[in-house]
């Protein structure tokens, strides 16, 4: 089955992540090699990155981007789902792609490792297309099982390099528009040099400012920033 009743969906982020969306800063190659997957016939790819360098965005944005050409997809995003959900992997063979993302969250679990295995055969055999996300290098990873290992290292394998500051106010700056509001460039340099230094937090932050500046009828300033993130 494709849903486990067990899993609180929807399993996929709550932002709209597209590929336009996405501050490439130094990873356009990445992002060119992972376009072109939707072109290409039965592959798999490994995405390596640090936190915060877009991994989870740029699955969605594949994801997305296989829907609007009238194919079909799953995102797995394995550090929002329960230690025992690998049963959530069965039956995926029948999309056009899957992509599983933060793959180093169940390095070790020889559950998950199995699951894992055979949905990478399986998409193979039925010319499916098979996209992982991890922190961590391939080789770095505690797996267990031999075979998932090598079946990994056999495909595409992409790095992502760490969003400098830049980088990162330009992600800040176009998810303000996203929400309808201006984020004023001493705000977001502010965030920067004092908030979480998660990409996923700044853009949580961005989105309470957008609230409290909406509830309270106030600009956004470093006043109101100052009040945010002490709460």
Same mark, same amino acid.
Request: glycine share 8%; aromatic share 6%; proline share 5%.
């Given at each position: 089955?494709?849903?486990?009743?067990?899993?609180?969906?929807?399993?996929?982020?709550?932002?709209?992540?597209?590929?336009?969306?996405?501050?490439?800063?130094?990873?356009?190659?990445?992002?060119?090699?992972?376009?072109?997957?939707?072109?290409?016939?039965?592959?798999?790819?490994?995405?390596?990155?640090?936190?915060?360098?877009?991994?989870?965005?740029?699955?969605?944005?594949?994801?997305?981007?296989?829907?609007?050409?009238?194919?079909?997809?799953?995102?797995?995003?394995?550090?929002?789902?329960?230690?025992?959900?690998?049963?959530?992997?069965?039956?995926?063979?029948?999309?056009?792609?899957?992509?599983?993302?933060?793959?180093?969250?169940?390095?070790?679990?020889?559950?998950?490792?199995? @699951? !894992?295995?055979?949905?990478?055969?399986? #998409? *193979?055999?039925?010319?499916?297309?098979? /996209?992982?996300?991890?922190?961590? +290098? =391939?080789? @770095? !990873?505690?797996?267990?099982?031999?075979? #998932? *290992?090598?079946?990994?290292?056999?495909? /595409?394998?992409?790095?992502?390099? +760490? =969003?400098?500051?830049?980088?990162?106010?330009?992600?800040?700056? *176009?998810?303000?528009?996203?929400?309808? /509001?201006?984020?004023?460039?001493?705000?977001?340099?502010?965030?920067?040099?004092?908030?979480?230094?998660?990409?996923?937090?700044?853009?949580?932050? /961005?989105?309470?400012?957008?609230?409290?500046?909406?509830?309270?009828?106030?600009?956004?300033?470093?006043?109101?920033?100052?009040?945010?993130?002490?709460?």
């Amino acid at each position: 089955m494709l849903f486990s009743p067990q899993i609180p969906l929807p399993l996929e982020p709550r932002r709209d992540s597209r590929f336009d969306d996405y501050v490439t800063g130094p990873n356009q190659a990445a992002v060119d090699a992972l376009r072109h997957v939707l072109v290409q016939p039965a592959v798999s790819v490994y995405l390596q990155g640090a936190a915060s360098s877009g991994k989870t965005h740029l699955l969605n944005a594949l994801c997305h981007a296989t829907r609007d050409a009238g194919r079909t997809a799953f995102y797995a995003g394995l550090r929002r789902m329960p230690a025992n959900a690998y049963s959530t992997l069965e039956g995926l063979e029948g999309l056009d792609l899957v992509c599983v993302d933060d793959l180093e969250v169940v390095a070790g679990d020889g559950h998950w490792e199995e @699951a !894992l295995f055979h949905l990478f055969n399986r #998409l *193979r055999d039925a010319g499916g297309k098979l /996209v992982i996300s991890s922190q961590r +290098a =391939l080789s @770095a !990873l505690p797996l267990q099982l031999p075979d #998932l *290992r090598s079946r990994i290292a056999s495909g /595409v394998r992409l790095q992502l390099q +760490a =969003l400098d500051e830049t980088a990162k106010l330009a992600v800040l700056n *176009r998810h303000a528009e996203s929400l309808g /509001v201006e984020l004023p460039v001493e705000v977001g340099q502010y965030l920067l040099s004092r908030g979480h230094r998660s990409l996923g937090h700044l853009l949580g932050t /961005v989105e309470r400012l957008q609230n409290a500046a909406f509830t309270a009828k106030r600009r956004i300033t470093i006043p109101l920033a100052r009040e945010i993130l002490k709460h």
